[in-house]
């Protein structure tokens, strides 16, 4: 009987699956024929075309309207990722802090952090977005920039910050040790790892770090890495909103924890800030890096809302390129891998961490 009932799924599937390419090809077809009527073709070529068209945020990589579709795509594609990678970094760090102080045993401290945390979470998010890059722009002009701390700037042109320097060998060889430490285990031990770590303070040593601060010069500043008011609104209203997220993530995970294993550290006459680093947040980091996971593919997603303050992400640049070109199907389909892989990649990262803290220990008990 095993056998038959095998046969009988493998010829449903076989029939579903022919269903399926029979209904695609027909869309397809269907696609195909409505465009012809009006002229469209569907392709790629469009992508060697000149621009024509301005980008702004381009300082890491030269860009002219006489340059290609395809490149301008690329600038995009790198402004999403710049975004995603400092977003992802900073709404973790700052998510893991509101997260502890909420749990802090001052009730003022904690009340007034619980109260941002739920004035952030329940606003929605384009509102935050706006209203950033609003106020961003409503700051005073360069010559009366705010200075919150030595070397930076704030003011209509947006953030001015301190720059770090770095030769490019020395980039190269830190991103080459970062690699060879998580293949590791494939390159034999740290052998591979430790020479590269070694060549990389030694090109540290050749050709030091060298740091540029922001200064006035003439209307605006020179030196130091500026963001634009669209740049940081844009960062500042992804880190904020999903900072208050995690806080409570990390707060969930933090009180899950078994009280008698921070009993257990109190009575070996540990402090608060010893268990909480050495018996706690071990533990419940295994119960918090899958909603961590979620929560950094939701920025990533998110990040997509720069359209509506003009800030030059892929969603921009393509919805651009499709309206001058006429190939918004195409343009579509590169915004859904896009952003597909992007958030696979991140996920795929944060997911063998996990398995690997499962590996190194038990689960919450």
């Not at 609104?233 to 997220?245: E, G, M, N, P």
Request: hydrophobic share 55%.
């Amino acid at each position: 009987m095993r056998p038959a009932a095998d046969r009988r799924a493998a010829v449903a599937q076989g029939v579903a699956l022919g269903l399926t390419a029979a209904v695609l090809w027909w869309l397809a077809s269907n696609t195909s024929i409505s465009l012809a009527q009006r002229g469209l073709t569907l392709g790629f070529g469009f992508l060697r075309h000149p621009a024509n068209f301005e980008i702004g945020d381009t300082w890491w990589l030269k860009f002219s309207p006489a340059d290609s579709i395809g490149r301008a795509i690329l600038v995009g594609l790198l402004n999403t990722a710049l975004v995603s990678a400092l977003g992802c970094v900073l709404a973790i760090a700052v998510g893991f802090v509101a997260g502890i102080l909420r749990l802090s045993p001052n009730p003022a401290l904690r009340g007034l952090v619980r109260a941002a945390v739920e004035i952030v979470r329940n606003t929605p998010l384009l509102l935050l977005l706006l209203f950033l890059a609003a106020s961003l722009h409503a700051l005073p002009p360069p010559q009366r920039a705010v200075r919150p701390v030595p070397g930076v700037f704030l003011s209509d042109r947006g953030l001015v910050l301190p720059a770090i320097a770095i030769g490019g060998w020395t980039i190269m060889l830190a991103v080459a040790t970062i690699i060879a430490l998580a293949l590791r285990r494939r390159l034999g031990g740290w052998s591979a790892p430790g020479v590269l770590a070694l060549a990389t303070l030694v090109s540290g040593v050749v050709h030091p770090p060298g740091v540029t601060v922001g200064r006035l010069q003439g209307f605006n500043f020179a030196g130091g890495v500026t963001l634009s008011p669209e740049l940081a609104a844009l960062l500042a209203a992804l880190v904020l909103h999903q900072s208050a997220h995690i806080s409570e993530v990390v707060r969930g995970a933090v009180l899950a924890v078994p009280r008698g294993q921070r009993d257990a550290a109190g009575a070996l006459g540990m402090s608060r800030w010893q268990t909480l680093r050495l018996v706690v947040m071990p533990v419940a980091l295994r119960a918090m890096v899958p909603l961590l996971a979620t929560n950094c593919v939701s920025l990533i997603k998110n990040s997509s809302l720069a359209v509506a303050i003009g800030f030059p992400d892929v969603v921009s640049i393509l919805n651009t390129a499709g309206n001058q070109t006429g190939h918004s199907i195409e343009t579509m389909l590169i915004m859904i891998a896009v952003y597909l892989s992007l958030s696979l990649l991140v996920a795929a990262a944060l997911g063998r961490y996990n398995a690997h803290l499962l590996r190194t220990g038990s689960a919450i008990s």
